[in-house]
């Protein structure tokens, strides 16, 4: 998967898509440049190209087709047929997104997606045991209390 499709690119390009281009119920495969999608179909708008990827995973040389199965992967979807879970977000359908618009509700799990992935990255093993996450608002781990700044400063491992 190209390493260029993480959160921050989808965020950036569904957030300049208008409300009005945006579909639920249908992908809207269409190669019309101003018809409305949903998210998949904003990134890929042929049917047949995105089938092929599924059924080709190793096969190259399509970025539309897999900047869909990136978005569908990126969301913890498995990218199989009528089964999309980026589809059932856009429409509604997943009950942790009931925001207003498709749109809303990608961008919603996008977000999502980008606060679970910084909240991995904050975790750090300690002596004791305890894998932190860090509250930025106090400093403090949230599992063990241990403050961010009594900590000593570990040195990386050669």
Same mark, same amino acid.
């Given at each position: 998967?190209?390493?260029?499709?993480?959160?921050?690119?989808?965020?950036?390009?569904?957030?300049?898509?208008?409300?009005? $281009?945006?579909?639920?119920?249908?992908?809207?495969?269409?190669?019309?440049?101003?018809?409305?999608?949903?998210? /998949?179909?904003?990134?890929?708008?042929? &049917?047949?190209?995105?089938?092929?990827?599924?059924?080709?995973?190793?096969?190259?040389?399509?970025?539309?087709?897999?900047?869909?199965?990136?978005? &569908? $992967?990126?969301?913890?979807?498995?990218?199989?047929?009528?089964?999309?879970?980026?589809?059932?977000?856009?429409?509604?359908?997943?009950? $942790?997104?009931?925001?207003?618009?498709?749109?809303?509700?990608?961008?919603?799990?996008?977000?999502? /997606?980008?606060?679970?992935?910084?909240?991995?990255?904050?975790?750090?093993?300690?002596?004791?045991?305890?894998?932190?996450?860090?509250?930025?608002?106090?400093?403090?781990?949230?599992?063990?209390?241990?403050?961010?700044?009594?900590?000593? /400063?570990?040195?990386?491992?050669?």
């Amino acid at each position: 998967m190209n390493t260029k499709f993480d959160a921050d690119y989808f965020i950036n390009k569904f957030s300049a898509i208008p409300d009005w $281009r945006w579909l639920s119920g249908n992908i809207g495969f269409r190669d019309e440049p101003s018809a409305p999608h949903c998210a /998949v179909g904003h990134c890929c708008p042929s &049917e047949f190209r995105i089938r092929y990827f599924i059924e080709h995973p190793d096969a190259t040389g399509d970025e539309q087709a897999q900047e869909a199965l990136a978005l &569908e $992967r990126l969301l913890g979807g498995t990218a199989q047929v009528g089964s999309w879970l980026a589809t059932k977000i856009n429409d509604g359908l997943d009950p $942790r997104y009931k925001h207003d618009s498709p749109r809303s509700r990608i961008l919603a799990a996008l977000y999502d /997606v980008k606060q679970q992935q910084q909240l991995q990255n904050q975790q750090q093993p300690v002596q004791h045991g305890c894998v932190h996450m860090w509250l930025e608002t106090t400093g403090t781990c949230l599992y063990c209390c241990a403050s961010k700044s009594a900590l000593p /400063v570990q040195e990386p491992a050669l």
